[in-house]
């Protein structure tokens, strides 16, 4: 049986954590920010995790399950 192939946008997308959890960057940063407040774009900045709901299909991606 060949290899399973990491699929390509997924890897540029997210990272997994030591513990296991999928870590992901913020929507609605790429344009209209000034229409943003300070407050909303700071936020935005940090990263966020991966709804447990998709945290399977995410790592079967990353052919991490």
Request: with cysteine; net charge positive.
């Amino acid at each position: 049986m060949p290899k399973m192939k990491t699929h390509s946008s997924a890897k540029k997308r997210f990272k997994l954590t030591g513990s296991g959890k999928v870590k992901r960057k913020q929507a609605k940063t790429s344009h209209m920010m000034r229409n943003k407040s300070k407050k909303a774009k700071l936020r935005l900045r940090d990263t966020a995790m991966v709804h447990e709901h998709n945290e399977d299909r995410v790592k079967r991606m990353l052919c991490k399950k």
